[in-house]
């Protein structure tokens, strides 16, 4: 398994942009599909962004299309979340994942990194 540590949440306000970092150790992420998700408080947790190996293909759920951006460079082991126009609802910790190239489940997650977002 891939060792992920998450970095670059904080408090913003409503509007406001950050991103997030995902930094791998252990094994290169060109083995590798990588995907962000969310969990705010009593809530499941949820898909946020994918990005495929190459970084070719990305997909997104409906609720950030158009506001988070996913990017990776396979160089550097990193992994990138862009958040823009930030909403409270997207206040949540979120997690790096990821999945082993061919197959589905992803079995490597980072611990976290918490963004709360003010109105």
């Known amino acids: 398994q891939v060792q992920l540590v998450e970095s670059g949440g904080g408090l913003v306000q409503a509007g406001g942009s950050l991103r997030l970092s995902c930094a791998a150790s252990g094994r290169t992420l060109k083995n590798y599909a990588m995907g962000w998700f969310r969990q705010a408080p009593g809530m499941e947790r949820e898909f946020v962004a994918a990005i495929t190996w190459t970084g070719g293909s990305t997909q997104y759920a409906d609720s950030v299309k158009g506001r988070f951006t996913i990017s990776r460079d396979n160089a550097k082991n990193t992994v990138y979340l862009q958040m823009n126009s930030l909403k409270p609802e997207d206040t949540a910790v979120y997690y790096c994942?990821?999945?082993?190239?061919?197959?589905?489940?992803?079995?490597?997650w980072g611990q976290g990194t918490q963004v709360t977002v003010s109105s």
């Open positions: 994942a990821a999945r082993t190239i061919g197959t589905i489940k992803y079995d490597s």
